[in-house]
């Protein structure tokens, strides 16, 4: 099974969950009659063949809801995931996984310092504002996400991506101390997309 339609799977579960454990009595009583915020777009998306490996490249348009800015400027952090697997096509078989790669960024305010800490593996740096830092997490570029493929093959490979907020990563004075992020669901802040590898350069 492929990582989008995993993810697609995990999802619709996801959003049931979370939509029964935030929102209010009076909110879930009229859950049907709440919009859907497209917080989350994506913007650029391209996977190129290169001598170094299959370097992947994206950039997001992210809009956080005015209920989860709230919630990060009372200190609470969430994270967020980009996640790559690539495949190879086979037509007699199940489309054959060639590698994969994650990342997962951290983002929380210091209210002590008014700054705003993002981290990326063992990697912090620091930002004077909200939007700096998502700023900071929105693009990537020449990210390697798997080793190279044979020059000609491009066409047989292809990749899943998807960015997302980890609901797993909520914490629990998120969930019963600050109510219901309105309208928030796991599909608002959650991207997926298949792209080609392309050729190199």
């Known amino acids: 099974m492929s990582l989008m339609r995993r993810r697609e799977l995990l999802r619709c579960s ?3 969950l979370l939509a029964a454990t935030l929102a209010p009595a009076g909110r879930l009583a009229h859950a049907d009659n709440i919009p859907t915020h497209h917080s989350l777009e994506l ?4 996977v190129q063949r290169s001598d170094e490996g299959l370097l992947l490249s994206y950039s997001v348009r992210l809009d956080l809801p005015k209920d989860l800015e709230q919630a990060l400027s009372k200190g609470v952090a969430v994270v967020f995931v980009a996640e790559a697997e690539v495949f190879r096509s086979r037509w007699y078989w199940t489309d054959q996984s060639r590698g994969s790669a ?7 305010y210091q209210p002590l310092t008014r700054r705003w800490r993002l981290s990326l593996d063992d990697l912090s740096r620091h930002y004077n504002s909200l939007p700096d830092a998502l700023d900071a997490l929105r693009r990537t570029d020449r990210w390697r996400i798997a080793d190279t493929i044979p020059a000609g093959d491009e066409p ?3 990749v899943d991506f998807s960015f997302r ?3 797993d990563e909520l914490p ?5 101390g600050l109510g219901g992020l309105g309208g928030l669901t796991t599909g608002s ?8 590898v392309q050729p190199s350069r």
């Open 102 to 108: 994650t990342r997962r960024w951290r983002l929380a």
């Open 14 to 16: 996801a959003s049931a």
């Open 165 to 167: 907020l980890d609901t």
């Open 189 to 196: 802040l959650d991207v997926q997309r298949r792209v080609a």
């Open 172 to 176: 629990r004075p998120l969930q019963i």
């Open 43 to 46: 913007d650029r998306l391209s």
């Open 156 to 158: 047989d490979h292809y």
